[in-house]
């Protein structure tokens, strides 16, 4: 017996079928990420008071 008690989580083949598209996302927010940002920036300004975050 583990103290305290562990768990451990393991993807299911469907679930790493993803993987490769989730990093293909990841790595296309950080190509553009100073865009993301600017465009952020941009609509916040144009709509204050927004609850859209």
Wanted: cysteine-free; proline content about 8%.
């Amino acid at each position: 017996m583990t103290v305290p008690p562990q768990v451990e989580y393991e993807l299911t083949p469907l679930g790493h079928s993803l993987t490769h598209l989730i990093r293909a996302m990841a790595d296309w927010s950080y190509d553009h990420h100073d865009t993301i940002v600017d465009s952020r920036q941009a609509w916040d300004a144009a709509n204050p008071g927004s609850e859209i975050r």
